[in-house]
């Protein structure tokens, strides 16, 4: 039982070229989540997916698109990188999406935009 | 105005000591509350929710304050394994939570 995984790791891009990040859980939990996470500020929601077949955007959705392939998987498409998306990208997922439940995340990717 | 602030610290306590800190939030109509924790470099993991009755688990006690829109963390009998940043974290609606940026706590030896 992995969890969630993201990969890759670590990334580095040119301004303008595109990247998709991926990530999968495991646990057969129905709604995911793609946040970033940059110095000084907290976890902010870039889209969200409540369950398969539906996506929806957060707070900071601009320059960025996700699909939602299936219940596992959840991915993240930088269509024309920008140094202002350098961040590290976390992946979650929780049961139902419920305002009470423990999101769970994976181990992030760390993304520089040159 | 942050939906959610957080002293970000750092405090520095020695092994067995008690550390408190707070956060506030700014949207009276949020439900849910949290403590994730953060390790260096790695991914936030749930800590303990937040009852309104507040709670503990083990040497850790959350508390929340409705009227001052704040809620806390207290961490008694300081570990080094305690040395992380604790991320207070909100739901006002299904599916989005709002987070701190985090308190770094280091306990040394």
């Known amino acids: 039982n992995a969890g969630v995984t993201q990969t890759p790791k670590f990334q580095v891009l040119k301004t303008g070229q595109s990247m998709t990040l991926q990530c999968a859980q495991d646990?057969?939990?129905?709604?995911m989540y793609w946040y970033r996470q940059d110095p000084g500020m907290g976890l902010r929601l870039i889209y969200y997916?409540?369950?398969?077949?539906?996506?929806d955007k957060g707070e900071v959705p601009n320059g960025y698109n996700v699909s939602r392939l299936n219940k596992r998987e959840f991915s993240l498409r930088l269509e024309s990188a920008a140094p202002s998306q350098t961040s590290v990208y976390f992946c979650?997922?929780?049961?139902?999406?419920?305002?009470?439940?423990?999101?769970?995340f994976g181990p992030g990717t760390r993304l520089t935009v040159l | 105005r942050k939906e959610v602030e957080q002293d970000p610290g750092p405090f520095n306590v020695p092994e067995g000591a008690t550390v408190a800190f707070n956060c506030t939030y700014s949207?009276?109509?949020?439900?849910?509350f949290f403590w994730y924790r953060q390790d260096c470099r790695k991914e936030p993991k749930l800590l303990m929710s937040?009852?309104?009755s507040g709670n503990e688990d083990g040497r850790f006690t959350a508390q929340l304050n409705r009227a001052s829109q704040y809620i806390s963390l207290l961490i008694r009998d300081s570990k080094l394994s305690d040395s992380a940043t604790y991320l207070c974290?909100?739901?006002?609606?299904?599916?989005?939570?709002?987070f701190g940026a985090g308190t770094t706590v280091t306990v040394r030896a």
């Open positions: 979650a997922s929780s049961e139902t999406g419920e305002r009470t439940d423990t999101q769970y």
């Open positions: 646990m057969n939990h129905n709604s």
């Open positions: 997916s409540a369950s398969e077949g539906t996506t």
């Open positions: 949207n009276s109509a949020s439900q849910s």
């Open positions: 937040v009852y309104s």
């Open positions: 974290v909100v739901a006002r609606d299904d599916y989005k939570l709002s």
